[in-house]
Structure formats: structure tokens, C-alpha cells
């Protein structure tokens, strides 16, 4: 089994900054890589970002230059650093991992946190 548990969401104003942790334990070597991903009420829940073992990292044009995603292994937990918010960044933030290369595609990841909830004021 593999628990994936995020924090760090909250409301921030827009231009402000967050990072969401998202702590990874189990069998952890199931999951080289972990992708965040967002979800509004009544959208689909879109990639934002994902990052492999090593480092390699994947991110959705809307978030580039403005997101960053990295990893501490020793301490089994991702980061997602977002600068620039804007009100489009507003949704429920979850932490997803997988085995195999890093993917966009939310079906190609087995396991799922509970969500963070990121609210960006105008």
C-alpha cells in the first residue's frame, strides 16, 4: 500500500506565493514519480506538474514559469512551490504517484492523496 498525505493549502491573495508538501510512505518505491494535479467543481482534474526519482521534472504550460515542483527522497516528500497566483490557480490540489515514466495523463497514476485546498483571492 501507498498513503500519500498533502498540506499546505490555504487562501492567499493574488500575486502571493504557496507550497503544498505532499508526504509519500509505504511502499514507496512503488511510486518513482508524483504529479500534482487540480480539480474544480464540475471540471476534470488537470496536470499541473510531475517530478521522477531523479529529478526529471514535467509541467502544464499554465503553471510554467510561475510553479515548481522538487522532491526530498530521504525525507519521502514532494514539493510544489507556486509563485505569481492568480484566481485560475483556485481548485482542490492532489497529490498522485505512479511507477513506470512520468506521464500528464491522470489515469496513468495509481495512487491518490486526499486533495489540499488552494483558494486564490482577487
Known amino acids: 500500500q501507498v498513503q500519500l498525505v498533502e498540506s499546505g493549502g490555504g487562501l492567499v491573495q493574488t500575486g502571493g506565493s504557496l507550497r503544498l508538501s505532499c508526504t509519500v510512505s509505504?511502499?514507496?518505491?512503488?511510486?518513482?514519480?508524483t504529479g500534482w494535479f487540480r480539480q474544480n467543481p464540475g471540471k476534470e482534474r488537470e496536470f499541473v506538474a510531475a517530478?521522477?526519482?531523479?529529478?526529471?521534472?514535467l509541467y502544464a504550460d499554465s503553471v510554467k514559469g510561475r510553479f515548481t515542483i522538487s522532491r526530498d527522497n530521504a525525507e519521502n516528500t514532494v514539493y510544489l512551490q507556486m509563485n505569481s497566483l492568480k484566481p485560475e490557480d483556485t481548485a482542490i490540489y492532489y497529490c498522485?504517484?505512479?511507477?513506470?515514466?512520468?506521464?500528464?495523463?491522470?489515469?496513468?497514476?495509481?495512487?491518490w492523496g486526499q486533495g489540499t485546498q488552494v483558494t486564490v483571492s482577487s
Open positions: 498522485a504517484g505512479k511507477y513506470g515514466s512520468i506521464r500528464y495523463d491522470r489515469d496513468d497514476y495509481a495512487y
Open positions: 509505504g511502499r514507496t518505491f512503488s511510486t518513482p514519480v
Open positions: 517530478i521522477t526519482w531523479s529529478g526529471g521534472t
